[in-house]
């Protein structure tokens, strides 16, 4: 197998996660808390992210749904979930997160919606990047820190 | 990284490696960033999901140096979490530390008014926890 060429992959997958806006730089400091203690930090925390606010987004899904809606409720799942994408640097969702919290102080329950939808679109499209950047990291096997994309 | 300092200051002797540090936050994810953090700055943590869990958690542990808290929880928050320390003649000497991820002045005057050592905003960094420790804990 060709690990250089994997670690390339791996390499370019995430600076085209930074140089998109997917990811900012809260996620260096998840990596600069990687080390042999915690071999496999990075990967644990997003993986926690993600069950997390598929959990929060599923409270969300349900708060919309009801007829009345209440939009403090829903401001504090949404803050729950802005601030897990704040600790991973997930800064496209934590972008859309507030524009839906603003929907929420104006009670603008289209607008919200819209905004959850787009939501769940950086959330998957996210999820989808990061597995596949962690499945080319598992198959290139221990690498030496990777470089910082220019900015 | 914005922090808030408080007029007090109070400190335990001792290695950092035997500190121990209580760390209360709801969010999973935070929960293992902060613990990581303050692993790495060695000190020795509990990491616990709650306010309740956490005054629960002191009742039994008599040796908590420190005690760093996310501002909003459900069912008891941060700040409430601060009084109840502070009201204890058991706990009041432990420091505290807020964090929060929102920004708002008047809560944060508020926790230091209350006696919090620090407010810090999230995403906590390590710099902020290595100052923090440094200057609370030494």
Known sequence: MDYVHLRRQAASLR?????Q?????????????QD???PNFV?????????????????IDQALDKCVKDFNKLDVYMQQLKGSCTSIGASRMKTDCSAFRECCRDENIEGCMRSFQKIK???????????????????AGPVECATRPNK | MASYTGSKSTGREGSSQELHVLAVDDSLVDRKVITSLLRKSKYRVTAVDSG??????????????MIITD????????YELLKKVKESSELCQIPVVIMSSENVPTRINRCLEEGAE???????QLSDVSRLCNRVLR
């Open chain 1, 15 to 19: 600076k085209g996660l930074f140089d």
């Open chain 1, 21 to 33: 806006g997917y990811l900012d730089e809260q996620f260096y400091q998840l990596e600069d808390l």
């Open chain 1, 36 to 38: 042999d203690a915690s």
């Open chain 1, 43 to 59: 990967e644990e925390v997003v993986t926690l992210f993600f069950r997390d606010s598929a959990r929060l987004m599923a409270n």
């Open chain 1, 121 to 139: 679109r950086e959330h998957s499209v996210l999820r989808q990047k990061l597995e596949s950047y962690f499945q080319l990291l598992r198959q």
């Open chain 2, 52 to 65: 309740k869990r956490a005054l629960e958690l002191l009742d039994t542990e008599p040796n908590v140096n």
């Open chain 2, 71 to 78: 501002y909003s929880m459900p069912e008891m928050t941060g």
């Open chain 2, 118 to 124: 620090d407010f810090l905003l999230k995403p906590v």
